[in-house]
């Protein structure tokens, strides 16, 4: 059913196609001042994901708002412009984005659809500037195309070519959103959901840890041991190499925790099922995986050593550099846990 133009869209209309184009610039211009001069809300996540065989950028607002930047959510549905000079955004005079602008796709769009359309302004992590549009949005406007598309079938008309490759962007959104959805559906019904992340951390771990134990070769090198009691202030003897108990700890923090989320705990599994306890815990490191991973760490460990004369500003650089990972990170950890 056609979407009846009330009387201020009509006067909205009639006063744009009175002013200059100077004139609309200015306006744009004004807006655009306006928009970005209030205090904008800052993306407490983002992140990306494919949809068919596009990458889209999205968002959450801290007020839970999930949105798509507007240049994936063009790219999504086939579209491609740059925003107007001086806008940031492209939409019109009667508050349309312009991908809804169309003569022949009015008689499709929902006055709820209209009203939710409204570009939302805010900053990424990087206090960027950006635009974006309500997530829920775009299956909406990819079926405002799809019922174009099927009234010119059964009107026996053939596909206007600049709507050909947007059809098919569309029928791909559909096709996409669809196959994300069962997968959810069936996660949330099963339960899966939950115990996802857990299952996918077991198989990274799995990389790291070797079915049998390594055969004896020295790999923490004596510069590290010696350069960590130089910043603990403890004596370092070579020809003996007795440490205290507590460099183990030390260690584990340092070289194990860091590379990978539970690392220490299946280390430490795999010795108690399959060795015994005077066996190393890298003695359990896989050869592809975990044991180069512990030798690429220790250098970059062992080079920030040797640039500090105290442990505390040197463990202050290593957080920064390589953070520790959480122990079991999951459904309910926050974002920044992850690197």
Not at 296 to 324: C, E, R
Request: hydrophobic fraction near 40%.
């Amino acid at each position: 059913m056609a979407r009846s133009k009330s009387k201020q869209e009509m006067g909205g209309k009639a006063r744009a196609a009175a002013l200059t184009p100077e004139e609309k610039k200015a306006i744009a211009r004004k807006g655009a001042e306006a928009r970005w001069g209030v205090d904008m809300p800052v993306a407490s996540h983002e992140g990306e994901f494919l949809l068919g065989d596009k990458t889209i950028s999205a968002a959450v607002l801290p007020n839970g708002k999930r949105l798509l930047t507007q240049a994936t959510f063009l790219r999504a549905l086939g579209r491609s412009r740059s925003p107007k000079a001086g806008t940031g955004v492209l939409s019109t005079v009667d508050g349309l984005p312009f991908f809804l602008q169309a003569h022949a796709l009015k008689p499709f769009i929902s006055e709820d659809l209209s009203a939710s359309t409204t570009p939302i302004f805010f900053r990424n992590k990087d206090n960027k500037r950006m635009v974006g549009y309500d997530a829920h949005v775009l299956p909406d406007v990819a079926e405002v195309y799809l019922k174009y598309r099927d009234s010119l079938v059964v009107e026996g008309k053939d596909t206007p070519p600049q709507y050909a490759p947007i059809f098919a962007a569309c029928d791909a959104i559909m096709r996409g959103l669809a196959r994300i959805g069962i997968v959810a559906l069936v996660d949330e019904a099963t339960g899966y959901q939950y115990d996802r992340p857990r299952r996918e951390l077991e198989e990274q771990l799995a990389k790291f840890v070797s079915e049998s134990l390594r055969r004896w070769v020295a790999t923490f090198p004596a510069d590290y041991f010696k350069q960590l009691c130089r910043l603990r202030g403890v004596d370092f003897n070579p020809a003996t190499m007795k440490l205290p108990q507590y460099f183990g700890h030390l260690t584990n923090d340092l070289i194990y925790r860091r590379l990978a989320p539970g690392l220490v705990r299946k280390l430490k599994e795999r010795r108690l099922e399959r060795g015994r306890s005077s066996n190393r815990l890298w003695q359990w490191l896989s050869d592809d995986v975990g044991y180069p991973g512990v030798l690429m760490h220790l250098g970059t460990v062992v080079g920030l050593m040797k640039i500090h004369n105290d442990y505390d500003s040197f463990k202050a650089q290593l957080d920064l550099i390589a953070p520790v990972w959480p122990e079991t990170p999951g459904l309910f950890d926050k974002s920044e846990d992850w690197r």
